[in-house]
Nanobody
Framework: QVQLVESGGGSVQPGGSLRLSCVAS????????MGWYRQSPGKQRELVAD???????NYDDSVKGRFTISRDNAKNTVYLQMNSLKPEDTAVYYC???????????????WGQGTQVTVSS
C-alpha cells in the first residue's frame, strides 16, 4: 500500500555532513508522522528524530544541535540533515512513517529498507 525509499547515506569523515531523504509513495491521503531511526551493531533500533502533525519535532539527546528533521508534505518526503557527524553516528538509518491511507481513518505504519551511514577517518 505504501512504500518508503531512503537515499543519501554514505561514508564521511568526522565533522562532515550528509542529508538523508525518504520518499513515501502509494495511496497516501495525509501524513501523520515521519521520522528517522538508526541501528548500530549490538544495539536496539533507536529514535533519531521525528516530525509529527502540527510541526512538532523530537530529537534524541545525542543528536540535538547537530541534526535537523524537515518535511515536505507536498512531496511526501522527510529529510534528515546531519551535521558535525561523529563516529558514534555510524549506523543503518531507517525511515519510519505513519500515514492515513483511507477516508475511513485507516492508517499504515512501516519502515524503509535503511541506508548506511559510516563516519570514520
Amino acid at each position: 500500500q505504501v512504500q518508503l525509499v531512503e537515499s543519501g547515506g554514505g561514508s564521511v569523515q568526522p565533522g562532515g555532513s550528509l542529508r538523508l531523504s525518504c520518499v513515501a509513495s502509494g495511496r497516501i491521503l495525509s501524513i501523520r508522522e515521519m521520522g528517522w531511526y538508526r541501528q548500530s551493531p549490538g544495539k536496539q533500533r533507536e529514535l533519531v528524530a521525528d516530525s509529527v502533525s502540527g510541526g512538532i519535532t523530537n530529537y534524541d539527546d545525542s543528536v540535538k544541535g547537530r541534526f535537523t528533521i524537515s518535511r515536505d508534505n507536498a512531496k511526501n518526503t522527510v529529510y534528515l540533515q546531519m551535521n558535525s557527524l561523529k563516529p558514534e553516528d555510524t549506523a543503518v538509518y531507517y525511515c519510519n512513517a505513519l500515514v492515513n491511507i483511507e477516508s475511513d481513518g485507516t492508517t499504515w505504519h512501516g519502515w524503509g529498507q535503511g541506508t548506511q551511514v559510516t563516519v570514520s577517518s
